[in-house]
């Protein structure tokens, strides 16, 4: 489950204090872009699982071009992360469901993994 949001990078005299404009509290830093790139989309995860893990709505992710920059220290850029990444913790709950027989004996043949696919329609449908 990939997330794209926009981070803004601020120049300071240790390297760059980064933050998102959409996700409150993804807030990071780094000594130079490259390490800022990689702290960005880590605390990017962190923030963004801790929502959904509360149950809270993920934010609407703004348009690059409407954010509002001071060009002279800071640059943005998109940051993504691939959420499962930081998911994988989660204790997994068993759960019985029923498919039509062909169905499942089509799945089986094709080697589905039935609860990654589960997994994947519930986060689609919930819009995660």
Request: charged residues 25%.
């Amino acid at each position: 489950m990939q997330k794209v949001y926009v981070a803004v990078f601020e120049k300071d005299p240790v390297g760059y204090g980064i933050y998102f404009p959409d996700v409150e509290g993804a807030v990071t830093q780094g000594r130079n872009i490259a390490e800022g790139m990689e702290n960005a989309s880590d605390a990017l995860g962190i923030m963004l699982a801790y929502l959904i893990e509360n149950n809270v709505s993920l934010p609407e992710a703004t348009d690059i071009n409407d954010i509002v920059i001071q060009e002279e220290y800071q640059f943005k850029t998109l940051i993504s992360v691939d959420l499962m990444d930081y998911l994988k913790e989660s204790v997994l709950d068993k759960k019985t469901v029923k498919v039509p027989h062909w169905l499942n004996i089509r799945a089986t043949k094709a080697n589905i993994n039935f609860s990654k696919t589960l997994s994947e329609a519930l986060i689609d449908k919930l819009g995660v």
